[in-house]
């Protein structure tokens, strides 16, 4: 099992920045890859953005290309995704997620493994 703790959520207003964290333990020596899929009221949980367990190669939805990035600090087994420029259709809960499967990146279905979400607010 591998356990994904998230933090660094809140409010910001538009133009902002913000930097979630996303803390993996367990078996994490099978993960393959890591993303952030986010949930708006209403939506269905959506691809934001995704790094393989390396670090080596990163993977952007076009909503957020030039804004977010995504980063791996491999001693701690976090990562990291820092959000610039936002926007409030940005608002929504944030998921860390992991995969021990190569398929396809951006379908929650493939992740494994999940956090309990964290709160992205912004106001315009």
């Known amino acids: 099992q591998v356990q994904l703790v998230e933090s660094g959520g809140g409010l910001v207003q538009a133009g902002g920045s913000l930097r979630l964290s996303c803390a993996a333990s367990?078996?994490?020596?099978?993960?393959?890859?890591m993303g952030w899929f986010r949930q708006a009221p209403g939506k269905e949980r959506a691809f934001v953005i995704a790094i393989s367990w390396g670090g080596g190669s990163t993977y952007y939805a076009d909503s957020v290309k030039g804004r977010f990035t995504i980063s791996k600090d491999n001693a701690k087994n976090t990562v990291y995704l820092q959000m610039n420029s936002l926007k409030s259709e940005d608002t929504a809960v944030y998921y860390c997620a992991a995969t021990e499967r190569g398929t396809v990146i951006s379908s929650a279905a493939t992740y494994d493994y999940w956090g309990q979400g964290t709160q992205v607010t912004v106001s315009s």
């Open positions: 367990g078996r994490t020596f099978g993960i393959y890859r």
